[in-house]
Nanobody, 113 residues
Framework: QVQFVESGGGLVQSGGSLRLSCTAS????????MGWYRQAPGKQRDLVAQ???????YYADSVKGRFTISRDAAKNTVNLQMNDLKPEDTAVYYC???????WGQGTQVTVSS
């Protein structure tokens, strides 16, 4: 069964940047659609960004213009570049395929004001 591993989170000040990476057991490119999700304390897990095999991208309104999702074939990763971070971006970030598989541990992103 596929396993996703997220990394790159941390503590950053408002306005700062982080780059998250997601890798999987096996080729991550075997999954046509990959997404990044986030879950803040006490809230549901929401889709933040998605990338399809045809290059089509989706971003939640709250992150448009600040976050960029991409694939790196050489490193077998799906990445999320997060710029101009805000305190409301604080959450645990997860990656997953569509249709969704098991969730990984996620990576914590904390943005201080």
């Amino acid at each position: 069964q596929v396993q996703f591993v997220e990394s790159g989170g941390g503590l950053v000040q408002s306005g700062g940047s982080l780059r998250l990476s997601c890798t999987a057991s096996g080729s991550i490119f075997s999954f046509l659609v990959m997404g990044w999700y986030r879950q803040a304390p006490g809230k549901q897990r929401d889709l933040v960004a998605q990338i399809r095999g045809d290059g089509n991208l989706y971003y939640a309104d709250s992150v448009k213009g600040r976050f960029t999702i991409s694939r790196d074939a050489a490193k077998n990763t799906v990445n999320l570049q997060m710029n101009d971070l805000k305190p409301e971006d604080t959450a645990v970030y997860y990656c997953n395929k569509v249709p969704r598989g098991p969730w990984g541990q996620g990576t914590q992103v904390t943005v201080s004001s």
